[in-house]
Every structure is written in C-alpha cells, then in structure tokens.
C-alpha cells in the first residue's frame, strides 16, 4: 500500500511556502493533504510561517511572537521565491482551515510552546473542521502533552531528528523514541528521510500501533524505498513528481 503524500509547507517546490498559493497548489497536486508550520503572534493569532521571524520570507525581519498581526498581515512573502508570486502574504491558520477540501488532510506542525494549543483548539472547534481531517505534528514535548490533555481525540507525531551512529544504528534509538511516544501519549513519529528510516523502526512502530511520517522526501528512490518498508505517510516538497514516483 502507498503512503500518505503531504505537500511540505504547500507545494513549495513551485510556490512560496506557507502561503495560500502553495496550499492551492498542494492540493491540486493530487496529494492527500498539505503540511503547514505555525506560530502565536503578540495578539494570540496563529499564523502560517517556518521560522521564528519573517528575515528568509519578506524585506522586514520581524519577530512573529512579539508582533501583532496586524503588522505581520502587510508583509509581502511571496516575491522573494519568484516575481510572479508577488502579493502573496502571511496566512492565518483560520484562513487555512476555511479553505480545506473536503477530502483533504492539513498537517500542522507546532513551532511554538503550549501557550498555542488553548486558542488552536478553540480556533479548530470554531472552524467546524471534522478533527480526522487535522494531524499535528512538532518537535516540542510539552506542546504535544498539552494538546493531548486538552483534547485527547486530535491525532499528533512526536517529530525528532535520527542521527545515524558509525555502526548503522540511530540516536534516538528505536527503544528510545518507544518510550517518548509512550510518554507522550501521541499516536506516531515523524523523523527525517535517510538511512535512519528503516524495516526495523517500521517494523518496530507498528508493533504498538504507531504511524510513521518521513520528511522531506523528494528523491524517487527514496520514495518507492518509503513505500517497500512500509510507512504511513511521506512529506515533500515537490507532491507530483513523489505521487508519480509511487505509481510507477
């Protein structure tokens, strides 16, 4: 069976990342969903933007948690990546979830502390979204265990980086990213394409019941190999050519 294929911040192989015309793009593309990154501004509004200030994407570096969105909502973001993108600005994740297919799947990865997850919930309750429809992700624990406190029906992947050891094995070791998951209570692990991916962890995860998401997957060997192994969903930057691949 064919993994899941999510469009990384958008279909940004083509278009600025994180903007609406990425997500459009995304979903046409033929993926199951799109992948986005948040933030929390000043004025507890949550936005669509990777980093922690607006330097890579706009001619004004300002920093997202100690901006209103009012200021943040003038930004250009789109020029930078093409002249035809220009005019593109930063979404609001309410934005996003208004704009969703039906049958799509948005990913969002918490960038930011638990101080998020009391106005997401309420902005996703607000919004109507089915919550089989919404899968986070991110990197920090604790914004993890409070969104399974305050809402333990919303799916969520602990993400970490895999450091592959001289021997072949992987910091964090597959022992250890169990027992994180366990402690968590999330419901599977994101973590980077590469050798650090293989049958063993696959194997390991589904064991008890955990998926496996891979990023950034945009090599056509390396996705038909994610496909062989087993994992449940894949993220890339280019979601055509990764669909393609899997067909083939």
């Known amino acids: 069976m064919s993994p899941l294929v999510f469009a990384h911040r958008g279909f940004s192989l083509e278009a600025p990342e994180n903007t609406m015309a990425a997500f459009r793009l995304g979903w046409q593309s033929g993926a199951s969903g799109v992948e986005c ?5 000043a004025d507890s509004k949550i936005v669509c933007i990777h980093d922690y200030d607006t330097g890579r994407v706009s001619d004004r570096k300002i920093k997202i948690a100690e901006s209103d969105w009012s200021e943040l909502a003038s930004l250009e973001v789109g020029e930078w990546k093409d002249s035809k993108w220009k005019g593109e600005s930063i979404p609001r994740l309410r934005d996003l979830l208004a704009a969703i297919p039906e049958d799509k799947v948005l990913v969002i990865e918490l960038k930011c502390g638990p101080e998020v997850v009391a106005p ?14 919404l899968l986070f992700i991110s990197f920090n624990e604790k914004s993890l265990v409070e969104l399974k406190r305050v ?9 970490s980086d895999l450091d592959v050891q001289e021997d072949g094995s992987i910091k964090p070791s597959i022992a ?5 998951l366990d402690r968590l209570g999330v419901d599977g692990f994101g973590g980077q ?6 049958q063993s962890l696959v194997d390991a995860l589904d064991a008890k019941g955990y998926a496996l998401n891979v990023w950034t997957v945009d090599d056509a060997e390396e996705v038909r190999r994610m496909k062989r192994i087993g994992v449940t969903s894949v993220t890339s930057n280019d979601p055509r050519s990764t669909i393609d691949a899997l067909e083939r």
């Open 37 to 41: 990154d948040v933030h929390l501004t």
């Open 193 to 198: 394409s590469g050798e650090g991916i293989s």
């Open 120 to 133: 997401l919930v309420g902005l996703i309750d607000e919004s109507g979204r089915g919550q089989e429809s």
């Open 151 to 159: 809402r333990s029906t919303l799916s969520a992947y602990w993400l």
């Open 176 to 180: 250890e990213i169990l027992d994180t």
